[in-house]
């Protein structure tokens, strides 16, 4: 791993774990509210509830505490609501990058993440809290802006392992993130914060931490990231400002601009339909444990750390070493064939939760594997694929990225490809709510199997394409 390497992704590590800790806050910190703020009708979150409630009764009417699935759905919109802002500017950050560089860019996001967490620390209100969340969403770019890095920096032959850092990263994180937000989401507020008679919120000290973790990322990238745009390697890596500027273009034999770009189109409205689903079965899946198990958050929480888990050890094992071999195209083929599999067994765990509850949850262990291998596979491997794509090519004069395509410039094809995702993971949670309370867990999943068994079916020519000219 380069030193650059390294640096994206300790980034990612700090940033992602910024990223988590929130995670399993939402529930709790929206009941904070509502006993601060339930009393005022007129207010933001009483009148989000009650639109919420009066949708979800006309879907689905819950045998005991209905309060509890409109505040969990309620988690759900503010994570759509992220997603959807994701969805928005991910392509103008994309296209920022290419103009005024990386590391600025990148940098410029970050200020924005720390507002967030500050805004976060102080808001007493339903109202300035979503202010942090909007602040969030229009702000993250560390997960694009490290893929077009780590795309500048390593060739075509070894994009797909260089990119599974981000895949690692992203499991690591997602298993230690939110047992530490639950953790000290219980820990109070110093007294010595208290006796400034300062109001914050009563989840302060996660908020905290997070603020810490985001201040130390700003910082650590300020010192040690140097801009990689326009970087030109030549059997090796090196940096702009070693002025490694041979071979200005690359050449795609066989391809077509206009060829390279109906690809990134079709692998843009993969990555969006894919998300949709596979986000759908990712929210829904606590309802499953809770409605048939009665689960925990501790057991549900379990259940989500081992697929991250699994989900690294297939990336640093299994995925950067096959997949110069399988190609970006195929191992994403594999692994929507891994989660058709996965939601067929899903559909299977309410027919013998009641009758054989040990047999119900060997079927949802099993699941979870096969969404582990979705985890490690799917998303990495298409965003290789997307980066792939783009223009290459460095005036070896200037020294500059070679705009002849502009459209297949990597900040923008990358923020592009960014922005399709997001939707759907805007889209996804919504709709596998409507699904769930109107025909049932078994019903969902097996519909949502049948779509990616479809859209598996769908990716072979995009598999076959040669993936690395």
């Known amino acids: 791993m380069g030193k650059i390497e390294r640096v994206v992704f300790l ?46 009764a006309l879907l689905y009417r819950p045998t005991n505490n209905p309060q509890r699935w409109d505040v969990v759905l309620l988690g759900g919109i503010m994570g759509s609501v992220f997603s959807t802002l994701q969805f928005l500017v991910a392509p103008q950050i994309g296209a920022f990058s290419d103009k005024y560089g990386r590391r600025n860019v990148l940098l410029a996001t970050m200020a924005g993440n720390i507002l967030s967490a500050l805004v976060w620390i102080k808001s007493t209100t339903f109202s300035s809290y979503m202010l ?51 953790y000290y989401a219980s ?3 110093p007294a010595s914060v208290n006796a400034l008679g300062i109001e914050l919120n009563i989840y302060a000290v996660p908020a905290l931490i997070t ?65 949709c689903i596979f986000s759908g079965m990712e929210f829904t899946l606590t309802f499953l444990t809770f ?24 990336q640093g094992g299994y995925v950067r070493r096959a997949i110069s071999k399988v190609g970006e195209g195929r191992m994403a083929r594999r692994g929507v064939l891994s989660c058709a599999f996965g939601l067929v067994l899903l559909s299977m765990v309410p027919r013998f939760a009641l009758d054989r509850p040990t047999t119900a949850i060997r079927f ?13 596979t ?38 592009v490809f960014r922005s399709a995702g997001q939707l759907g993971r805007a889209a996804g949670p919504l709709l596998a709510c409507v699904s769930y309370w109107t025909f049932g ?24 394409v040669s993936n690395v000219s």
């Open 11 to 56: 980034s990612l590590v700090l940033d992602l774990f910024a990223f988590t800790i929130p995670l399993p806050l939402f529930p709790r910190i929206i009941e904070w509210y509502i006993l601060k703020e339930g009393s005022d009708p007129n207010g933001l979150l009483s009148r989000t509830l009650y639109t919420i409630s009066s949708i979800r």
């Open 132 to 182: 942090s969340r909007i602040i969030g969403g229009l702000s993250e770019g560390n997960v694009q802006l490290a893929t077009a890095i780590l795309s500048d920096i390593t060739t075509p032959a070894e994009r797909s392992r260089s990119l599974a850092q981000i895949g690692i990263a992203f499991a690591i994180c997602f298993c230690i993130g939110p047992p530490i937000g639950a």
């Open 187 to 189: 820990q109070p507020v």
């Open 211 to 275: 603020l810490v973790l985001l201040s130390a990322e700003t910082l650590f990238l300020a010192v040690t990231l140097p801009e990689t745009r326009g970087t030109r390697l030549n059997d090796g890596r090196k940096s702009p400002k070693q002025g490694a500027h041979e071979n200005p273009k690359i050449n795609y034999p066989g391809r077509t601009v206009q060829e390279r770009l109906d690809l990134l189109q079709a692998l843009r409205r993969l990555h969006f339909l894919f998300l």
């Open 291 to 314: 409605d048939l198990f009665d689960w925990n958050n501790s057991q549900n929480g379990a259940l989500i750390g081992s697929i991250g888990i699994i989900s690294a050890l297939l």
């Open 364 to 376: 949802l262990q099993m699941a979870a594997l096969c969404l582990a291998f979705t985890s490690a």
């Open 378 to 415: 799917v998303v990495s491997s298409l965003t290789s694929y997307a980066s792939l794509q783009c223009d290459e090519g460095i005036d070896k004069d200037t020294g500059e990225p070679i705009q002849e395509h502009p459209e297949l410039s990597k900040g923008i094809v990358l923020g």
């Open 441 to 464: 867990p078994s019903t969902t999943y097996g519909i949502s199997a049948l779509a990616m068994i479809i859209l598996m079916v769908s990716m072979k020519p995009v598999a076959k």
